[in-house]
């Protein structure tokens, strides 16, 4: 089975950028080589893992670098993204890991070696422990760290990189850590998540400052994670509630980088539940970006509540991937046309894009159909957007490789490669072939 795109598709472009994507704590591994980080901690906690393991070794990427690019390199992909260990590259004085430093920087070098573009994003949720024991994303002050944070790694890395986003989704960060509390540093409580989402985008704005003098001739942005809303019916009600979500989920972390200002609803919230805006914030978080990435996988269905302001309506008797998200391609499409139809934006990447399935290896092989039927779907969804309009110059597969799948832990399998967590051996999937025959036959 094969991925294909229309002949004369702006993707088959040497232009347009295809690439791998993982995270730091979700491969690395090695956490003895590091500063603790908030999900060191998060795992410790009963039940917030579902199968009660943790990222200490994960994909053991510390000690398998050079196998691992080599392998994304037979790929025949022109990029590849992964993050920083903020708690792997600094100090708690706020000094230099060198040990840390020189792990990433054989890794851009090695890269550069192989003309593969190197896409660093600098924070992918792992906060380095000591900062949350000081309030985390909570605190102000956390912002002010991470912009010191990116000064460092921008000077030591110089010119191997090819692009940096300051944040990956930090929707997942705010909303699943610090107000539902799934996610790691595992904090409940309404008026905690919009307070972190301010925090967030403020250090965006700072490290895109940082980024923009010391690092000019990179490509400098963010990554911001959508779930389109759908009303579950035509009702009125239905649709302000999906209207409402939208806002409160999507806009929310877009809108104050290309408009300085949070949504309506903002005046909808309890006071107590407001972030602590302070004069000037929103204009340095709506600093100038070279790129937006965007990451999708599903879209949610809302319904009218009386008691809240919308309530999630699963669907029913649709395709699921092993995550148990509708695959919905459509929604992508429309996403992207109403993202451009709503703001002025810069080049759109799609940074991550792809599927958990149910693989079974047969005779050392994994067929997983599935998998190449959504890339397939998905990829012409994106194809079908720049048809329309929209500016896209690069699609990033997630993930490049099976890794911890955060409070799934090993549960589900992203990756394009498989990964047996018993011995480590990687094996690349149909789907990651299907993919590399993609890129090679443009």
């Known amino acids: 089975m094969k991925i294909t795109l229309p002949k004369l598709s702006p993707m088959r472009s040497p232009e347009f950028t295809f690439g791998v994507a993982t995270s730091s704590f979700q491969i690395e591994g090695s956490v003895e080589t590091r500063l603790p980080c908030i999900w060191d901690s998060f795992y410790q906690q009963e039940g917030s893992v579902a199968d009660n393991s943790n990222g200490d070794v994960a994909c053991d990427h510390i000690n398998r670098w050079q196998e691992d690019l080599a392998l994304i390199s037979s790929l025949e992909v022109d990029a590849y993204r992964f993050s920083i260990s903020w708690a792997r590259v600094m100090n708690k004085d706020g000094s230099v890991n060198q040990q840390g430093m020189k792990f990433y920087i054989a890794l851009l070098d090695e890269l550069k070696s192989k003309n593969i573009k190197a896409f660093v994003t600098l924070y992918h949720w792992d906060l380095p422990l000591h900062l949350e024991e000081q309030g985390g994303w909570l605190n102000r002050n956390t912002a002010y760290k991470f912009r010191d944070y990116t000064q460092c790694v921008v000077a030591e890395f110089g010119d191997r990189v090819y692009s940096y986003a300051t944040l990956n989704e930090p929707f997942c960060s705010a909303y699943l850590g610090y107000e539902i509390g799934i996610h790691a540093p595992g904090i409940k409580g309404k008026a905690f998540g919009k307070k972190a989402a301010h925090h967030l985008l403020l250090a965006h704005g700072l490290a895109m400052q940082v980024l923009n003098q010391e690092s000019p001739n990179t490509l400098n942005g ?190 589900k399998r992203f990756g394009i490669v498989h990964v047996d967590y018993e011995t480590q051996q990687r094996t690349i999937k149909a789907s990651g072939y299907a993919y590399r025959d993609l890129i090679s036959n443009r």
């Open 222 to 411: 963010i990554v911001l994670n959508f779930t389109p809303c759908y009303a579950e019916t035509n009702s009125r009600e239905d649709i302000s509630a999906s209207e409402f979500a939208d806002d409160y989920f999507n806009q929310w972390y877009i809108k104050p980088l290309f408009d300085a200002q949070y949504p309506e609803i903002l005046n909808q919230l309890p006071t107590t539940d407001h972030p602590d805006v302070v004069d000037g914030d929103l204009d340095i978080i709506s600093q100038p970006i070279d790129f937006l990435g965007i990451n999708y996988y599903s879209r949610a269905i809302y319904r009218a509540d009386t008691t809240e302001n919308f309530i999630s309506v699963l669907p029913k008797d649709v395709p699921l991937t092993d995550m148990g998200w509708e695959i919905y391609p459509k929604a992508f499409t429309e996403l992207l046309e109403d993202l451009n139809n709503k703001y002025i934006l810069p080049p759109i990447y799609i940074t991550e894009n792809g599927a958990a399935m149910v693989d079974e290896k047969i005779n050392g092989q994994i067929n997983d159909t599935s998998r190449i039927e959504y890339y397939q779907s998905h990829i012409a969804a994106v194809n079908n957007a720049i048809a329309k309009g929209v500016n896209i110059h690069g699609y990033f597969a997630w993930s490049l490789m099976d890794n911890f799948e955060w409070a799934e832990g090993y549960l």
